[in-house]
T-cell receptor
Framework: EAQVTQNPRYLITVTGKKLTVTCSQNMNHEYMSWYRQDPGLGLRQIYYSMNVEVTDKGDVPEGYKVSRKEKRNFPLILESPSPNQTSLYFC???????????FGQGTRLTVV | AQSVSQHNHHVILSEAASLELGCNYSYGGTVNLFWYVQYPGQHLQLLLKYFSGDPLVKGIKGFEAEFIKSKFSFNLRKPSVQWSDTAEYFCAVNRPGGGSYIPTFGRGTSLIVHP
């Protein structure tokens, strides 16, 4: 079954404690991306990747890092989380043929 | 910068009413257009997409959308909504001509359908 898997689904952490949200896809897609969803703001793109070792900033990259060492994985790293990064995060992958994006189930992050 | 505008932020309808949600994008060239739906507590799912050809596209669950190139618009329609259509709807655009298949999203429209 085609899917994008994010972990964890829920996370509560404290300010400054480094965390990683993992994302993995099993469709051999070239493109992967991270979004955060906040009420009234829709989905805002954080980072994206067009292929292995190729990443670029989206609209709201401050405070985040990503890596793409393997085609299937695209982790999101928060080196020093702050309360304004409390949000719902989605990972997505897109193939050249499908065009449309497949989304993970989301990670609800709370930074206290 | 890429921009996708959804005109209605909140829509409240009664069952059997007709629905039209507006979407405009701000740049020219070749684009792919999408509508996604997010049911409460769930992730986004693709409703329909337009790449080329017939500008009227049919999606799942009775939804359709019309691409009007001259107006840079891709409005979503459904003739008769149901309570189960209560969800958030997102318009999205990517630009394969620009080498990017990464979608840019509008802010979303929250639809509430009363039984």
């Amino acid at each position: 079954e085609a899917q994008v898997t994010q972990n964890p689904r829920y996370l509560i952490t404290v300010t400054g404690k480094k965390l990683t949200v993992t994302c993995s896809q099993n469709m051999n897609h070239e493109y992967m991306s991270w979004y955060r969803q906040d009420p009234g703001l829709g989905l805002r793109q954080i980072y994206y990747s067009m292929n292995v070792e190729v990443t670029d900033k989206g609209d709201v990259p401050e405070g985040y890092k990503v890596s793409r060492k393997e085609k299937r994985n695209f982790p999101l790293i928060l080196e020093s989380p702050s309360p304004n990064q409390t949000s719902l995060y989605f990972c997505a992958s897109t193939g050249l043929s499908e065009g449309g994006a497949f989304f993970g189930q989301g990670t609800r992050l709370t930074v206290v | 910068a890429q921009s996708v505008s959804q005109h209605n932020h909140h829509v409240i309808l009664s069952e059997a009413a007709s629905l039209e949600l507006g979407c405009n994008y701000s740049y020219g060239g070749t684009v792919n257009l999408f509508w996604y739906v997010q049911y409460p507590g769930q992730h986004l799912q693709l409703l329909l997409k337009y790449f080329s050809g017939d500008p009227l596209v049919k999606g799942i669950k009775g939804f359709e959308a019309e691409f009007i190139k001259s107006k840079f618009s891709f409005n979503l329609r459904k003739p008769s909504v149901q309570w189960s259509d209560t969800a958030e709807y997102f318009c999205a655009v990517n630009r394969p001509g620009g080498g990017s298949y990464i979608p840019t999203f509008g802010r979303g429209t929250s639809l509430i359908v009363h039984p």
